[in-house]
Nanobody, 118 residues
Framework: VQLQASGGGSVQAGGSLRLSCVASRRIFEVADMGWYRQAPGKQRELVASSTRDGDTAYADSVKGRFAASVNAAKDTVYLQMNGLKAEDTAVYYC?????????????WGPGTLVTVSS
């Protein structure tokens, strides 16, 4: 399984971006998806998750501003980011965790950079 994230860029504080992550094959019925980010000098952290059952969860720092969604027909997950802040600046990664099938594994995309200027 390969993941390719896109949609990063540079925006001013208060702006919006939508990240996309395309999977190389149909996995969303068996995968728990996650969006992570890693800022310079910091550990990678979970920003949003979307389980194969359709449940979503968010880090406290992004609740009310970020929204994860899935378009299974397009093999794509999205992260809509509104009200961006300078502290949201990071490389954002798409992750898929699959268990209980021959595809089982922990898959990462290469990341996309988001820069928010204040």
């Amino acid at each position: 399984v390969q993941l390719q994230a896109s949609g990063g860029g540079s925006v001013q504080a208060g702006g919006s971006l939508r990240l996309s992550c395309v999977a190389s094959r149909r996995i969303f019925e068996v995968a728990d998806m996650g969006w992570y980010r890693q800022a310079p000098g910091k550990q990678r952290e979970l920003v949003a998750s979307s389980t194969r059952d359709g449940d979503t969860a968010y880090a406290d720092s992004v609740k009310g501003r970020f929204a994860a969604s899935v378009n299974a027909a397009k093999d794509t997950v999205y992260l809509q980011m509104n009200g961006l802040k300078a502290e949201d600046t990071a490389v954002y990664y798409c992750n898929a965790k699959i268990q209980g099938t021959p595809l089982r594994g922990n898959y990462w995309g290469p990341g996309t950079l988001v820069t928010v200027s204040s």
